[in-house]
């Protein structure tokens, strides 16, 4: 039966788990991210498709004339194109979830005050940092499937453990998201904000997805794994490329770490920010 | 009309942020039906207690029950009794006013079947039918205002919270505001009102309490107000920004009471034109006077030696 | 409290019509110092990060497999293009951004067209502000390419200058587009996702033109970028470029910056008087 009052709809909740704070309707904000979507956020969602296409295309292809052919661990030689096609998807699944928890997240408390608003009716900051996330995560899956439908036709794809890069896109996308949105609930000044910016361009330009990180000393490599967008492409080319073994569970473990962090602290930040 | 049934009861409520003390050991009650508001100069403390009733505001110390529940508690119910209209409209920027109204239905849980035909009547309520379709960022000041207040009623709410509502409205767009309110009260709707509008008070609220630095400084009706802290009526006069302090100490002896103002000099009497006539005949002719009755200004003077807007 | 002289004493107009644009730069200089650690930090990583990720380290792929480009080392051969990219980037920063804000966010320039301050001069003012901010990076940019041995010649600090040609004439051309632009939200999104990005990557800036399919060139033709690496490829290490397209790579740079400045004037003027 619909009860249609909304004191007791949440009363129903009273007994249930995180009853204060966790409402049971994080897809209602799924609904609304549909809603603002079908207004005008689609051009930059689908801005961030084409984002990778176009690198894959003018590095894949241009640069791979001057670069020939790179060597696998496994022996296996590739194109570069075929090289860099894992690492371009894996790099849109961090930007899409970035840019979504980050820029639009600090947007939305600073200036549109909407969190403010889902606050103040009977939702909690669980439902809030859930709901949010599970875009992130939508489109790193809308993403992933996206990037597949243009490498495959392309000939870069020639195993089946490639189906698995979908699932693992909206992995990274999940940690990233989770970060991502902890870190912003702690910013408060756009100056902060660049700093975001400021740290994702080396990480972006040195995790390999462009070369192996073969090119630089071991202590740098060492660092440079370490970090999440390293992981991350890591994944999906271990996938991409067929070279499965259960070492890939390490980098699964990784996201569900940073993944675990990201949601505890952002409903934390969330409660504290509006509920003082 | 008000009955006896009291929603709201505080008592010594307490909120401190570090050494500074917002809300200073308040005790008030709201009954049913009444239209209940906080008066006062910014940061009064009136904003602060809002949040702590709607439970997005967690307090130092002392009591507060709302329906018999405790905001703490019960949080997400208590939000579910109300409707809040905060200072600064937080409408969803990225919707249109019509997705606006749904969106904050889902929110609370209610269904399409149930949102899909209230909308019709917000949109009706909000004189906003012919915006439907717009994005909330195109519309004027009043009419983002009367679709926040829209929005609040969405979930039928016992009690509507709105905290300064017509801060920053033209006159006119207040007055289609006020009569919006009228319309809610009428059908017996609680109201929770905070402003520092003297003449939006005495429009709206059945009941008032003056606050001032976290503290009540008076409470009862407008009406009841004005009589108890102030005369009938009141002559403004200036004589200039040189003179007012010049002429202060012989006007004094003249009148109940005198309050100096940097651009004015208030005269508190019972009967201003004879006062007037008064001053002339002493030879004392300012460059401009006005008659007028005691309003819930004069009351916070009284009660603060200050204005309300400063 | 000294007597009023009244505006007719005070304000010279006919000095303000002369001058007025120097009041606008000085409003975005005094922003820029305001920031200034911020901007020489980015001004410097950039090109640091740049060089060392795709100069050096795709550079290494390419150098042993073919041995450089263009007859140079992958490095030389990148570093105009970067430079001038920088410029571009640059100038569209600080002419769309401002211009957003001065007729949207904070309308501040229907303050400055309150007095008798022109919207012909507050293009004027920002353009030679944001070239302020370009020259700067450029500069640094220039000094850093240096170090990175990306100057086989001293001839090639010049390309810093037909770089700064390039950011102005872009500038003044998207300044004019920022203020046409009905929509604000998405434009920079739009500007840097469908426009600046596709530039980027497909003028020349990673390879040589010519490598690239004959359906995909036109891009590169009509992107100042190219042009401009063009000039800067053969100031920094001689390549090679005929007369006529040293004449056209000129003329395409000084066409686009007069075009950019007339229709930037005329959008100005308009938005302003609506």
């Known amino acids: 039966m619909i009860v249609d009052n909304a004191v007791a709809i949440a009363q129903s909740r009273r007994g249930h788990f995180a009853e204060g704070s966790y409402s049971g309707r994080a897809h209602v904000l799924l609904e609304r991210s549909l809603m603002a979507f079908r207004n005008s956020a689609w051009l930059a969602v689908l801005s961030g498709f084409f984002e990778p296409v ?26 570069y194109a075929a090289y860099i096609a894992p690492g371009l998807l894996a790099t849109s699944a961090m930007n899409g979830a970035i840019y979504d928890s980050t820029w639009n997240v600090f947007w939305k408390i600073k200036f549109d005050r909407i969190y403010q608003s889902m606050l103040q009716t009977s939702l909690g900051s669980v439902d809030v940092a859930l709901g949010e996330i599970s875009w992130a995560l939508l489109r790193g899956f809308a993403y992933a499937v996206g990037f597949m439908c243009v490498v495959v036709p392309a000939g870069l794809i020639t195993n089946w453990w490639a189906v698995m890069a979908i699932p693992s896109a909206v992995l990274i996308a999940f940690g990233f998201a989770s970060v991502g949105m902890a870190i912003t609930s702690c910013f408060s000044t756009f100056q902060q904000m660049d700093l975001i910016n400021i740290a994702m361009l080396p990480m972006f330009l040195f995790s390999g997805s462009f070369y192996p990180l073969t090119v630089y000393p071991g202590y740098l490599q060492g660092f440079l794994k370490a970090l999440p967008l390293w992981q991350a492409i890591s994944l999906v080319r271990d996938f991409t490329l067929g070279m499965v073994s259960w070492g890939i569970l390490w980098h699964v473990l990784y996201f569900v770490v940073m993944i675990s962090i990201g949601v505890t602290f952002t409903a934390k930040r969330l409660t504290k920010l509006f509920l003082r | 009309m008000a009955n006896q049934e009291i929603l709201i009861e505080a008592k010594a409520l307490v909120k401190r942020y570090g050494d500074f003390t917002a809300v200073n050991g308040i005790d008030f009650q709201v009954r049913k039906g009444e239209s209940f508001g906080f008066l006062g100069p910014n940061g009064a403390g009136k904003s602060t207690t809002m949040r702590i009733i709607a439970a997005t505001l967690t307090r130092t110390s002392g009591d507060i029950s709302i329906l018999g529940k405790d905001p703490e508690k019960f949080g997400p119910e208590i939000k579910a009794h109300l409707g809040v209209v905060p200072q600064t409209d937080n409408l969803d920027n990225a919707l249109t006013v019509e997705e606006n109204l749904y969106i904050y239905g889902r929110y609370f849980g209610l269904s399409k ?45 016992e009690i509507l919270m709105l905290d300064e509502p017509t801060t920053g409205l033209d006159p006119q767009a207040r ?24 003449d939006e008070a005495e429009q709206l ?106 | 409290m000294a007597p009023r002289k009244g505006s007719l004493v005070l304000v010279d107009a006919e000095r303000v019509k002369r001058w007025g644009a120097l009041a606008v730069v000085e409003v975005r200089v005094m922003t820029y110092l305001k920031y200034l650690p911020a901007l020489l930090s980015v001004a410097i990583a950039n090109p640091f990060l740049y060089l060392l990720a795709v100069g050096v380290g795709v550079g290494k792929l390419i150098n042993t497999h073919s041995g450089g480009v263009d007859g140079v080392k992958y490095l030389t051969f990148l570093a105009p293009a970067l430079l001038a990219t920088a410029a571009i980037q640059n100038a569209m920063d600080e002419t769309v951004f401002p211009t957003l804000e ?49 100057f086989t ?29 009905k929509n604000d ?9 469908f426009v600046m990005m596709p530039l980027f990557l497909f003028s020349g800036t990673f390879y040589q033109l010519s490598t690239m399919p004959i359906y995909l060139r036109w891009i590169g033709w009509l992107s100042p970028l190219w ?8 100031l920094t290490y001689g390549h090679h470029i005929t007369a006529l397209m040293f004449v056209v790579h000129i003329g395409y740079i000084a066409a686009m910056f007069t075009f950019g400045i007339t229709f930037s004037h005329r959008q100005f003027e308009r938005r302003l008087t609506k």
């Open chain 3, 227 to 234: 042009h401009t690496t063009e000039l800067g490829r053969f």
């Open chain 3, 102 to 150: 001065g007729f949207k966010w904070h309308k501040n320039f229907f303050a400055m067209n309150a007095t008798p301050i022109s919207g012909k001069q507050i293009v004027n003012g920002v353009l030679v502000a944001a070239m302020s901010r370009v020259l700067f990076s450029v500069t640094v940019y220039g000094i850093i390419v240096y170090l990175f041995g990306g």
């Open chain 1, 54 to 79: 176009l690198y894959l295309f003018s590095f894949g292809y241009g640069l791979g004339h001057l670069i020939g052919k790179i060597p696998l661990q496994n022996g296996h030689i590739v194109s």
């Open chain 2, 113 to 157: 079947k149930f949102i899909k035909p209230k909308i019709e009547e917000l949109l009706d309520f909000a004189q906003l039918v012919e915006k439907r379709d717009v994005k909330v960022e195109a519309l004027s000041g009043g009419m983002k205002r009367r679709l926040t207040i829209a929005r609040a009623l969405v979930s039928e709410p």
């Open chain 3, 153 to 181: 010649s001293a001839r090639g600090w010049l390309s810093i200058l037909t770089s700064l040609a390039a950011g102005a004439s872009f500038g003044a051309f998207i300044m004019g587009i920022a203020a046409w632009a």
């Open chain 2, 205 to 310: 609220c059945d009941r008032l309490m003056v606050m001032d630095k976290g503290s009540i400084m008076a409470e009862d009706s407008p009406a009841g107000l004005i009589k108890s802290y102030s005369t009938k009526e009141v002559l403004e006069v200036r004589f200039g920004s040189d003179r007012n302090a010049v002429v202060a100490p012989q006007l004094k002896e003249m009148c109940e009471r005198i309050e100096v103002l940097p651009d004015r000099i208030l005269l508190y009497a019972e009967d201003g034109e004879s006062l007037l006539h008064e001053l002339g005949q002493k030879g004392l002719h300012p460059l401009t006077s006005l008659v007028r009755r005691s309003s819930l200004e004069d009351v916070f003077l009284r009660l603060t030696g200050r204005t309300l807007i400063d």
């Open chain 2, 175 to 198: 007055h289609i505001l006020w009569d919006r309110l009228f319309r809610l009260k009428e059908q017996g709707v609680t109201l929770l009102i905070t402003t520092h509008y003297m």
């Open chain 3, 185 to 193: 939200d998405s434009f920079f999104m739009i500007l840097g996702r």
